[in-house]
Protein backbone atom coordinates (compact mmCIF):
# COMPACT_ATOMS: atom_id res chain seq x y z
CA UNK A 1 0.00 0.00 0.00
CA UNK A 2 1.46 3.80 -0.91
CA UNK A 3 0.42 6.05 1.46
CA UNK A 4 -0.53 9.25 0.06
CA UNK A 5 1.41 12.84 0.38
CA UNK A 6 -0.07 15.32 2.92
CA UNK A 7 -0.81 18.03 0.08
CA UNK A 8 -2.99 15.14 -1.63
CA UNK A 9 -4.77 14.59 1.96
CA UNK A 10 -5.37 18.38 1.89
CA UNK A 11 -7.20 18.32 -1.18
CA UNK A 12 -9.69 15.43 -0.36
CA UNK A 13 -10.03 17.38 2.75
CA UNK A 14 -11.24 20.74 0.73
CA UNK A 15 -13.45 18.30 -1.84
CA UNK A 16 -15.21 16.47 1.43
CA UNK A 17 -15.74 19.94 2.96
CA UNK A 18 -17.32 21.52 -0.64
CA UNK A 19 -19.17 17.80 -0.64
CA UNK A 20 -20.93 18.67 2.76
CA UNK A 21 -21.75 22.27 2.15
CA UNK A 22 -23.10 21.12 -1.45
CA UNK A 23 -25.47 18.37 0.53
CA UNK A 24 -26.48 21.18 2.94
CA UNK A 25 -27.51 23.33 0.45
CA UNK A 26 -29.89 21.05 -2.12
CA UNK A 27 -30.95 19.91 1.61
CA UNK A 28 -32.58 23.49 2.19
CA UNK A 29 -33.45 24.03 -1.11
CA UNK A 30 -35.70 20.92 -1.39
CA UNK A 31 -37.29 21.19 1.73
CA UNK A 32 -38.30 24.40 0.65
CA UNK A 33 -39.83 23.19 -2.82
CA UNK A 34 -41.74 20.29 -1.14
CA UNK A 35 -43.49 21.94 1.63
CA UNK A 36 -44.58 24.10 -1.77
CA UNK A 37 -45.75 21.07 -3.51
CA UNK A 38 -47.13 19.38 -1.01
CA UNK A 39 -49.58 22.23 -0.26
CA UNK A 40 -49.89 22.74 -3.95
CA UNK A 41 -50.81 19.36 -4.31
CA UNK A 42 -53.70 19.13 -2.00
CA UNK A 43 -55.21 22.27 -2.54
CA UNK A 44 -55.38 21.63 -6.66
CA UNK A 45 -55.91 18.15 -6.17
CA UNK A 46 -53.37 17.20 -8.59
CA UNK A 47 -51.79 13.41 -7.80
CA UNK A 48 -48.96 14.28 -10.20
CA UNK A 49 -48.23 17.31 -8.19
CA UNK A 50 -48.45 15.01 -4.65
CA UNK A 51 -46.25 12.45 -6.32
CA UNK A 52 -43.72 15.18 -6.85
CA UNK A 53 -43.90 16.26 -3.84
CA UNK A 54 -44.09 12.61 -1.98
CA UNK A 55 -40.57 12.33 -4.09
CA UNK A 56 -39.23 15.56 -3.23
CA UNK A 57 -39.53 14.21 0.82
CA UNK A 58 -37.87 11.36 -0.50
CA UNK A 59 -35.38 13.64 -1.85
CA UNK A 60 -34.90 15.44 1.19
CA UNK A 61 -34.57 12.05 3.25
CA UNK A 62 -31.84 11.03 0.64
CA UNK A 63 -29.94 13.67 1.18
CA UNK A 64 -29.66 13.92 4.91
CA UNK A 65 -28.60 10.18 4.76
CA UNK A 66 -26.21 10.83 2.15
CA UNK A 67 -24.87 13.87 4.42
CA UNK A 68 -24.73 11.82 7.76
CA UNK A 69 -22.86 9.37 5.89
CA UNK A 70 -20.20 11.46 4.35
CA UNK A 71 -19.72 13.00 7.60
CA UNK A 72 -19.25 9.45 9.08
CA UNK A 73 -16.80 8.36 6.25
CA UNK A 74 -14.32 11.08 7.00
CA UNK A 75 -14.14 9.86 10.40
CA UNK A 76 -10.99 8.17 11.65
CA UNK A 77 -10.11 4.72 11.64
CA UNK A 78 -9.69 3.07 15.16
CA UNK A 79 -8.56 -0.12 16.76
CA UNK A 80 -12.36 -1.37 16.66
CA UNK A 81 -12.80 -0.33 13.16
CA UNK A 82 -9.84 -0.48 11.39
CA UNK A 83 -11.11 0.41 8.43
CA UNK A 84 -13.02 3.51 9.92
CA UNK A 85 -16.85 4.63 7.96
CA UNK A 86 -15.51 4.27 4.40
CA UNK A 87 -18.28 1.83 3.34
CA UNK A 88 -21.29 4.36 5.29
CA UNK A 89 -21.61 5.85 1.63
CA UNK A 90 -22.20 2.76 0.25
CA UNK A 91 -24.67 1.52 2.73
CA UNK A 92 -26.32 5.06 1.91
CA UNK A 93 -26.02 4.72 -1.52
CA UNK A 94 -27.93 1.06 -1.04
CA UNK A 95 -30.84 2.92 1.39
CA UNK A 96 -31.10 5.21 -1.12
CA UNK A 97 -31.29 3.43 -4.47
CA UNK A 98 -34.31 0.63 -2.76
CA UNK A 99 -36.27 3.80 -1.46
CA UNK A 100 -36.59 4.74 -4.92
CA UNK A 101 -38.05 1.74 -6.71
CA UNK A 102 -40.15 1.17 -3.04
CA UNK A 103 -41.61 4.79 -4.17
CA UNK A 104 -42.14 4.19 -7.69
CA UNK A 105 -44.40 0.64 -6.46
CA UNK A 106 -46.53 3.39 -4.29
CA UNK A 107 -46.97 6.21 -7.49
CA UNK A 108 -47.63 2.83 -9.91
CA UNK A 109 -50.51 1.82 -7.91
CA UNK A 110 -51.77 5.61 -7.64
CA UNK A 111 -51.46 5.97 -10.97
CA UNK A 112 -53.39 3.79 -11.96
CA UNK A 113 -56.47 4.57 -9.63
CA UNK A 114 -56.41 7.99 -10.88
CA UNK A 115 -56.47 6.98 -14.52
CA UNK A 116 -59.44 5.09 -14.00
CA UNK A 117 -60.90 7.91 -12.36
CA UNK A 118 -59.56 11.31 -13.26
CA UNK A 119 -60.55 14.12 -10.76
CA UNK A 120 -60.44 17.56 -11.92
CA UNK A 121 -57.61 19.97 -11.38
CA UNK A 122 -56.72 23.43 -10.90
CA UNK A 123 -54.04 23.36 -13.80
CA UNK A 124 -52.63 26.94 -13.55
CA UNK A 125 -51.51 26.07 -10.03
CA UNK A 126 -49.82 23.00 -11.39
CA UNK A 127 -47.86 24.86 -13.72
CA UNK A 128 -46.86 27.20 -11.08
CA UNK A 129 -45.59 25.02 -8.95
CA UNK A 130 -44.02 22.58 -11.36
CA UNK A 131 -41.80 25.77 -12.49
CA UNK A 132 -40.58 26.70 -9.13
CA UNK A 133 -39.42 22.75 -8.56
CA UNK A 134 -37.93 23.08 -11.84
CA UNK A 135 -35.84 25.58 -10.86
CA UNK A 136 -35.21 23.90 -7.42
CA UNK A 137 -34.55 20.89 -8.47
CA UNK A 138 -32.15 22.23 -11.70
CA UNK A 139 -30.08 23.77 -9.45
CA UNK A 140 -29.96 20.90 -7.06
CA UNK A 141 -28.80 18.94 -9.73
CA UNK A 142 -26.16 21.79 -10.84
CA UNK A 143 -24.72 21.97 -7.37
CA UNK A 144 -24.23 18.02 -7.64
CA UNK A 145 -23.52 17.12 -10.57
CA UNK A 146 -19.54 17.14 -10.52
CA UNK A 147 -19.51 15.33 -7.24
CA UNK A 148 -22.04 12.61 -8.51
CA UNK A 149 -19.62 11.34 -11.15
CA UNK A 150 -16.96 9.92 -8.43
CA UNK A 151 -18.97 9.47 -5.74
CA UNK A 152 -22.07 6.47 -5.44
CA UNK A 153 -23.38 8.12 -2.56
CA UNK A 154 -23.80 11.27 -3.80
CA UNK A 155 -24.79 9.81 -7.17
CA UNK A 156 -27.56 8.03 -5.16
CA UNK A 157 -29.12 11.66 -4.16
CA UNK A 158 -28.29 13.20 -7.25
CA UNK A 159 -30.35 10.85 -9.24
CA UNK A 160 -33.57 11.36 -6.60
CA UNK A 161 -33.09 15.07 -7.31
CA UNK A 162 -32.36 14.51 -11.38
CA UNK A 163 -35.70 12.24 -11.74
CA UNK A 164 -37.60 14.65 -9.59
CA UNK A 165 -36.78 17.16 -12.22
CA UNK A 166 -37.61 14.99 -15.26
CA UNK A 167 -40.91 14.49 -13.05
CA UNK A 168 -41.37 17.87 -12.46
CA UNK A 169 -41.24 18.75 -16.43
CA UNK A 170 -43.46 16.46 -17.04
CA UNK A 171 -46.33 17.56 -14.40
CA UNK A 172 -45.43 21.06 -15.93
CA UNK A 173 -46.51 19.29 -19.20
CA UNK A 174 -49.25 17.79 -18.15
CA UNK A 175 -50.65 21.12 -16.32
CA UNK A 176 -50.42 22.56 -19.96
CA UNK A 177 -52.36 20.12 -21.12
CA UNK A 178 -54.88 20.26 -18.63
CA UNK A 179 -55.44 23.87 -18.80
CA UNK A 180 -55.66 24.18 -22.58
CA UNK A 181 -57.38 20.56 -23.55
CA UNK A 182 -58.93 19.40 -20.09
CA UNK A 183 -56.80 16.43 -20.72
CA UNK A 184 -57.22 15.20 -16.94
CA UNK A 185 -56.23 11.94 -17.24
CA UNK A 186 -52.85 12.63 -18.21
CA UNK A 187 -51.79 13.30 -14.72
CA UNK A 188 -51.92 9.37 -14.06
CA UNK A 189 -50.14 8.67 -17.07
CA UNK A 190 -47.01 10.95 -16.32
CA UNK A 191 -47.13 9.30 -12.77
CA UNK A 192 -46.98 6.04 -14.16
CA UNK A 193 -44.09 7.65 -16.72
CA UNK A 194 -42.23 9.16 -13.84
CA UNK A 195 -42.62 5.74 -11.45
CA UNK A 196 -41.27 3.14 -13.97
CA UNK A 197 -38.01 5.77 -14.80
CA UNK A 198 -37.61 5.85 -10.85
CA UNK A 199 -37.47 2.07 -11.05
CA UNK A 200 -34.71 1.71 -13.96
CA UNK A 201 -32.59 4.21 -12.18
CA UNK A 202 -33.30 2.76 -8.45
CA UNK A 203 -32.33 -0.84 -9.57
CA UNK A 204 -29.08 0.14 -11.71
CA UNK A 205 -27.81 1.90 -8.44
CA UNK A 206 -28.87 -0.88 -6.00
CA UNK A 207 -27.70 -3.94 -8.53
CA UNK A 208 -23.68 -1.71 -8.29
CA UNK A 209 -23.86 -0.48 -4.60
CA UNK A 210 -25.51 -3.73 -3.51
CA UNK A 211 -22.24 -5.52 -5.72
CA UNK A 212 -19.49 -3.64 -3.55
CA UNK A 213 -21.47 -4.55 -0.34
CA UNK A 214 -20.88 -7.97 -1.34
CA UNK A 215 -17.45 -7.92 -1.80
CA UNK A 216 -17.96 -8.47 -5.80
CA UNK A 217 -14.78 -8.07 -7.81
CA UNK A 218 -15.02 -4.29 -9.50
CA UNK A 219 -16.54 -4.85 -13.61
CA UNK A 220 -13.10 -2.78 -14.36
CA UNK A 221 -10.71 -4.32 -13.14
CA UNK A 222 -10.02 -7.49 -15.74
CA UNK A 223 -8.29 -10.32 -13.51
CA UNK A 224 -7.32 -12.25 -16.61
CA UNK A 225 -5.33 -9.62 -18.10
CA UNK A 226 -3.91 -8.58 -14.29
CA UNK A 227 -2.48 -12.04 -13.57
CA UNK A 228 -1.04 -12.66 -16.69
CA UNK A 229 0.79 -9.74 -16.44
CA UNK A 230 1.59 -10.26 -12.79
CA UNK A 231 3.37 -13.99 -13.67
CA UNK A 232 5.26 -12.64 -16.47
CA UNK A 233 7.13 -10.58 -14.03
CA UNK A 234 11.15 -11.95 -13.26
CA UNK A 235 11.15 -14.69 -10.10
CA UNK A 236 7.61 -14.69 -9.81
CA UNK A 237 6.38 -18.58 -10.68
CA UNK A 238 1.93 -17.90 -9.98
CA UNK A 239 -0.12 -16.10 -8.18
CA UNK A 240 -2.90 -17.38 -6.38
CA UNK A 241 -5.78 -17.31 -3.51
CA UNK A 242 -6.63 -13.74 -5.24
CA UNK A 243 -9.34 -11.50 -3.93
CA UNK A 244 -10.25 -7.87 -5.28
CA UNK A 245 -12.79 -5.88 -4.19
CA UNK A 246 -13.95 -2.52 -3.31
CA UNK A 247 -14.28 -0.79 -0.16
CA UNK A 248 -15.63 2.75 -1.46
CA UNK A 249 -16.05 4.84 -4.08
CA UNK A 250 -12.47 5.64 -3.92
CA UNK A 251 -10.45 2.58 -3.26
CA UNK A 252 -10.00 -0.87 -4.50
CA UNK A 253 -8.13 -3.21 -2.60
CA UNK A 254 -6.34 -6.82 -4.21
CA UNK A 255 -5.04 -9.33 -1.59
CA UNK A 256 -2.88 -12.68 -2.91
CA UNK A 257 -0.62 -15.01 -2.57
CA UNK A 258 2.53 -15.26 -4.55
CA UNK A 259 4.83 -17.87 -5.36
CA UNK A 260 8.36 -17.59 -6.00
CA UNK A 261 10.70 -19.66 -8.09
CA UNK A 262 13.39 -19.42 -5.60
CA UNK A 263 13.86 -18.48 -2.11
CA UNK A 264 14.22 -15.14 -2.17
CA UNK A 265 15.76 -12.49 0.05
CA UNK A 266 13.14 -10.03 1.55
CA UNK A 267 15.23 -6.93 -0.43
CA UNK A 268 14.17 -8.83 -3.19
CA UNK A 269 10.52 -9.49 -2.49
CA UNK A 270 9.91 -5.72 -1.91
CA UNK A 271 11.59 -4.90 -5.60
CA UNK A 272 9.30 -7.40 -7.03
CA UNK A 273 6.32 -6.22 -4.47
CA UNK A 274 6.75 -2.65 -6.12
CA UNK A 275 6.90 -4.14 -9.67
CA UNK A 276 3.54 -5.90 -8.69
CA UNK A 277 2.06 -2.69 -7.45
CA UNK A 278 3.14 -0.68 -10.03
CA UNK A 279 1.13 -3.48 -12.45
CA UNK A 280 -2.23 -3.65 -10.32
CA UNK A 281 -2.22 -0.05 -10.44
CA UNK A 282 -2.52 -0.10 -14.77
CA UNK A 283 -6.03 -1.74 -12.90
CA UNK A 284 -7.13 0.76 -10.80
CA UNK A 285 -6.00 -0.83 -7.88
CA UNK A 286 -4.29 1.18 -4.93
CA UNK A 287 -4.19 -0.67 -1.87
CA UNK A 288 -2.41 -4.05 -2.21
CA UNK A 289 -1.07 -7.06 0.47
CA UNK A 290 0.55 -9.77 -0.53
CA UNK A 291 1.43 -12.80 0.66
CA UNK A 292 4.98 -14.78 -0.38
CA UNK A 293 5.41 -18.08 -0.59
CA UNK A 294 7.92 -20.34 -1.42
CA UNK A 295 7.37 -24.62 -2.15
CA UNK A 296 4.63 -24.20 0.05
CA UNK A 297 1.73 -27.04 0.00
CA UNK A 298 -1.20 -24.76 -0.45
CA UNK A 299 -4.26 -24.41 -3.26
CA UNK A 300 -2.79 -22.81 -6.13
CA UNK A 301 -6.18 -22.12 -7.62
CA UNK A 302 -6.36 -18.22 -8.70
CA UNK A 303 -9.49 -18.04 -6.97
CA UNK A 304 -9.89 -19.91 -3.71
CA UNK A 305 -13.00 -20.53 -1.87
CA UNK A 306 -12.11 -20.52 1.80
Known amino acids: MKYQPLNLLDEQLVKYKKKKNNLLLTI ?7 VAQGIGGFISGSLALLSDALHNLSDVISLVISYVAAVFSNKKASQNRTFGYKRAEIIA ?9 VIAVFLIFEAVERFFIPEIIDASL ?3 LSIVAIVGNGVSVLILHTDAKHNMNIRSSY ?6 LLGSVAVLVGGLAMKFYQVYWIDGVLTLGIALYLIIVGFSLAKKSYGV ?5 PKEVDVKSLVKKINQLEKVKHIHHLHIWKLNDDEIHLEAHVDFMEDIKLSEFDEILEKIENVVEEFGVNHTNIQPEYEKPDNKNIIVQD
Open 93 to 101: AFINAVSLI
Open 213 to 217: LMLFT
Open 28 to 34: VLNILIT
Open 159 to 164: LHLFTD
Open 126 to 128: VIW
